[in-house]
Antibody, heavy 119, light 110 residues
Framework: QVQLVESGGGVVQPGRSLRLSCAAS????????LHWVRQAPGKGLEWVAF????????NYADSVKGRFTISRDNSKNMVYLEMNSLRIDDTAVYYC????????????WGQGTLVTVSS | QSALTQPASVSGSPGQSITISCIGT?????????VSWYQQYPGKAPKLMIY???NRPSGVSNRFSGSKSGNTASLTISGLQAEDEADYYC??????????FGGGTRLTVL
C-alpha cells in the first residue's frame, strides 16, 4: 500500500536551518510529482512546494521562495525539504503528499512532522 | 497567492444537506477544472474527498458531491451524519504552476 513517512521535524531557533525527509513506498516513486504542504497550529492548509517526477521542474509558495529548497532522490524513493532562514511563522506540521498521474490533486498524505521555530 | 475564500463554519442537523462554497479567481478555480476537496479530523492528515471538481475517489461516500460555476466551487454533503463533523478544505491548481488552498470550513453536525 502507498505510504509516505515524514521525519526530521523538531525545535529550531529563528534563522537556523532544518531538513525534512519523506520516505515513499508502495508506488512507482519516479513517475509522480511530490509536494510539501504545511499547517500552522490551529490554522489551515498551505501549499509549500512541489517537484516533478524527474526533478525537472519545481516551484514554491511566495512565503518560502528563496529560503526553502525541495529535492528528491528517485534511487532512494525520498523527497526532501531544506528549510533555511527559518522564521517563527514557519512553525507548522509539514506533510508530504503526491499527485496521482495526470491529476492535480493530492491523493495520499503522510502523517506529518512538526517543526517548531522558537527562541 | 491569496487563499481561496471559504466560510469559517457551517452546520446542519443529521439527515440534512449542507453546501460549502469556495471562491477563487480566473487564475485558479475559474481557469481549470482542477478543484479538489479534503476532509480533516483534528490531529489527522487530510483525506481526499473530491477531485477534478466533481469526481469521488473510490471509497468516498456518494453523499459527497462537488460542482463549479465560474470562479466558485462547492462541496455538498447530503444526508449529514455525525461522522461528517470535520474541517473541509478546497484546493485549486493555479496558472502560476502552484496550488492554493481555502482557509477551511468547520462543519458541525448539530
Amino acid at each position: 500500500q502507498v505510504q509516505l513517512v515524514e521525519s526530521g521535524g523538531g525545535v529550531v531557533q529563528p534563522g537556523r536551518s532544518l531538513r525534512l525527509s519523506c520516505a515513499a513506498s508502495g508506488f512507482i516513486f519516479k513517475s509522480l510529482s511530490l509536494h510539501w504542504v504545511r499547517q500552522a497550529p490551529g490554522k489551515g492548509l498551505e501549499w509549500v512546494a512541489f517537484m516533478t517526477d524527474n526533478g525537472g521542474e519545481k516551484n514554491y509558495a511566495d512565503s518560502v521562495k528563496g529560503r526553502f529548497t525541495i529535492s528528491r532522490d528517485n534511487s532512494k524513493n525520498m523527497v526532501y525539504l531544506e528549510m533555511n532562514s527559518l522564521r517563527i511563522d514557519d512553525t507548522a506540521v509539514y506533510y508530504c503528499t503526491r499527485n496521482p498521474k495526470f491529476h492535480h490533486n493530492f491523493d495520499y498524505w503522510g502523517q506529518g512532522t512538526l517543526v517548531t521555530v522558537s527562541s | 497567492q491569496s487563499a481561496l475564500t471559504q466560510p469559517a463554519s457551517v452546520s446542519g442537523s443529521p439527515g440534512q444537506s449542507i453546501t460549502i462554497s469556495c471562491i477563487g479567481t480566473s487564475i485558479d478555480i475559474g481557469g481549470y477544472n482542477y478543484v479538489s476537496w479534503y476532509q480533516q479530523y483534528p490531529g489527522k492528515a487530510p483525506k481526499l474527498m473530491i477531485y477534478d471538481v466533481t469526481n469521488r475517489p473510490s471509497g468516498v461516500s456518494n453523499r459527497f458531491s462537488g460542482s463549479k460555476s465560474g470562479n466558485t466551487a462547492s462541496l455538498t454533503i447530503s444526508g449529514l451524519q455525525a461522522e461528517d463533523e470535520a474541517d473541509y478544505y478546497c484546493c485549486s491548481y493555479t496558472s502560476s504552476r502552484t496550488w492554493v488552498f481555502g482557509g477551511g470550513t468547520r462543519l458541525t453536525v448539530l
